[in-house]
């Protein structure tokens, strides 16, 4: 398996407070991306980045932001949750190069009660 | 938008039959790629097709691109049990890192 881990793997949280999910890994993949995945939707794109400290928005980027400090660590953090952002988030890592697959992290399960 | 868009949402079939799923994307693209994602898992990348190819097998997955009607469709022979899941496709724009999927085709192979 691809060295891509998601951090914490579940979590409840209240609405209102911030929340922070981890991507980590070991490939050294220039790309990284967050998604969420909700019932009909299938996976929607919330942030991505292309390097260190360059993030750009995906098709769902309100009420979430993203930092990539290091090469490996891709967090997002949901500002204030809220119960619309209740969802499995995945993590996925790409090489550089026009012709290159993705490789997913097993998800987080957010719950916002 | 890239966005690749599966259809049908559904499909379920008998084991031993083939099966197909499409994907529609609206841009020029550098490739399109399937992913398959059985239930509470990650996606797994299956198979990449770049803009120049018409057509690649892999196993018993075989992809067809036609990019003059933007569109590609995956085939399964021989369905299986285990190849149950949800597939998506997901295009590859030209010099964008973006790698968006639509929602994905649900496909249930009855033993």
């Known amino acids: 398996d691809a060295g891509i881990t998601q951090s914490p793997r579940h979590k409840v949280t209240e609405t209102g407070t911030p929340v922070t999910l981890r991507c980590h890994q070991t490939?050294?993949?220039?790309?990284m991306y967050w998604y969420r995945q909700d019932p009909g939707h299938g996976l929607r794109l919330i942030h991505y980045s292309y390097g260190v400290k360059d993030t750009d928005k995906g098709e769902v980027s309100d009420g979430y932001s993203v930092s990539r400090s290091k090469t490996e660590d891709f967090l997002l953090t949901l500002e204030s949750a809220t119960s619309s952002q209740t969802s499995v988030y995945f993590c996925a890592i790409r090489g550089a190069g026009p012709n290159t697959e993705a490789f997913f992290g097993q998800g987080t399960r957010l719950t916002v009660v | 938008s890239q966005q690749g868009e599966e259809d049908p949402q559904a499909l379920s079939i008998q084991e031993g039959e083939n099966a197909t799923m499409n994907c529609s994307y609206k841009?020029?693209?550098?490739?399109l790629q399937w992913y398959r994602q059985n239930s509470g898992r990650g996606l797994v990348h299956l198979i990449l097709?770049?803009?120049?190819?018409r057509e690649k097998h892999s196993g018993r997955l075989r992809v067809t691109l036609d990019t003059s009607k933007k569109s590609s469709s995956l085939l399964i022979t021989a369905s299986r049990a285990a190849d149950t899941a949800s597939y998506f496709c997901?295009?590859?724009?030209?010099?964008?890192?973006?790698?968006?999927f639509g929602q994905g085709t649900r496909l249930t192979i009855n033993p």
């Open positions: 997901a295009a590859g724009g030209q010099g964008a890192q973006k790698l968006v």
């Open positions: 490939e050294n993949h220039r790309y």
């Open positions: 097709i770049r803009s120049n190819e």
């Open positions: 841009t020029s693209i550098n490739n």
